[in-house]
Nanobody
Framework: EVQLQASGGGLVQAGGSLRLSCAAS????????IGWFRQAPGKEREGVSC????????VYADSVKGRFTISSDNAKNTVYLRMNSLKPEDTAVYYC????????????????????WGQGTEVTVSS
């Protein structure tokens, strides 16, 4: 059974940091993409960042470039999202998702391109 579990969310003041984790199980963690997405109240789900487990290439949304860093530990079947300099606008439920086939960078942050989803972890940034 394929499962993704997101964790690490919480309440933090503006300017603070959090690290989210996405633990995968039920499939090999080698040649597919893992993406982080977020959905704020009243907003559409949007891509935040993604990483290829095969070559480590990454993609970031413009809104988080320079502040967020995605990384992977293939031995642990885990992907991380380090979030620095958090802003109130970053408040959302964050989800991790997996795609088991190659993906082009131009569509790597589209939720429609991913097959498996975790339950999400809530991040709240106060001003």
């Amino acid at each position: 059974e394929v499962q993704l579990q997101a964790s690490g969310g919480g309440l933090v003041q503006a300017g603070g940091s959090l690290r989210l984790s996405c633990a995968a199980s039920g499939f090999t963690f080698d040649d597919y993409a893992i993406g982080w997405f977020r959905q704020a109240p009243g907003k559409e789900r949007e891509g935040v960042s993604c990483i290829s487990s095969s070559d480590g290439s990454t993609v970031y949304a413009d809104s988080v470039k320079g502040r967020f860093t995605i990384s992977s530990d293939n031995a642990k079947n885990t992907v991380y999202l380090r979030m620095n300099s958090l802003k109130p606008e970053d408040t959302a439920v964050y989800y991790c998702a997996a795609r088991t086939s190659p993906i082009d960078r131009s569509i790597a942050t589209s939720p429609l391109e991913y097959d498996y989803w975790g339950q999400g972890t809530e991040v709240t940034v106060s001003s």
